[in-house]
């Protein structure tokens, strides 16, 4: 596992068109956009520090990836203004899925929420991720399941196990 990088945003947006097609079944409704507005989207916001992404490797390719964006929180006087972290685009190819791959990935992701000091961690699980569950195994598809970076383990879905 490590830090994906700009360089690695043209991988990351193939990628991420294959995780898209997985969602319509290589079914899609339109044509798709072209790749390239993806892969400069990922690169800019790499080479900001406002996202962060954790990737796997196999044979020297991208074989899974989990992004994080940091969203800043309004002062407050009295209480901690630590950012809190909108997880998103968690994908490992088929070819690879179930060697822990992607509980790697997301602990990865939150070793480094630990250290960051997020306040929390948001993501919106999709109807396939864990039969509507999502790692912490509490909250429904559709709906934003919070989670303290802090929290032990990833309680991975062995029903679909990443």
């Known amino acids: 596992m490590r830090l994906a990088r700009p360089t690695d945003a043209k991988a990351l947006a193939e990628l991420r068109w294959v995780f898209k097609q997985e969602d319509h079944d290589g079914r899609p409704s339109q044509e798709a956009r072209p790749l390239e507005q993806a892969e400069c989207w990922i690169r800019d916001r790499l080479d900001s520090g406002r996202w962060l992404a954790w990737?796997?490797?196999?044979?020297?390719?991208?074989?899974?990836?989990?992004?994080?964006?940091?969203?800043?929180?309004?002062?407050?006087?009295?209480?901690?203004?630590?950012?809190?972290?909108?997880?998103?685009?968690?994908?490992?190819?088929?070819?690879?899925?179930?060697?822990?791959?992607?509980?790697?990935?997301?602990?990865?992701?939150?070793?480094?929420?630990?250290?960051?000091?997020?306040?929390?961690?948001?993501?919106?699980?999709?109807?396939?991720?864990?039969?509507?569950?999502?790692?912490t195994g509490r909250e429904s598809a559709g709906k934003p399941a919070k989670r303290a970076p802090h929290v032990p383990g990833t309680g991975a879905c062995p029903a679909h196990r990443q």
Request: proline share 6%.
């Open 55 to 135: 990737v796997a490797e196999s044979g020297g390719r991208i074989c899974g990836h989990v992004f994080l964006q940091l969203v800043e929180r309004m002062p407050e006087p009295y209480a901690r203004n630590a950012p809190i972290g909108y997880v998103t685009n968690f994908f490992v190819t088929p070819s690879h899925r179930d060697r822990g791959i992607g509980a790697a990935l997301l602990e990865a992701m939150q070793r480094h929420a630990e250290k960051a000091q997020l306040d929390t961690l948001i993501a919106w699980p999709s109807d396939r991720a864990c039969g509507g569950r999502v790692t």
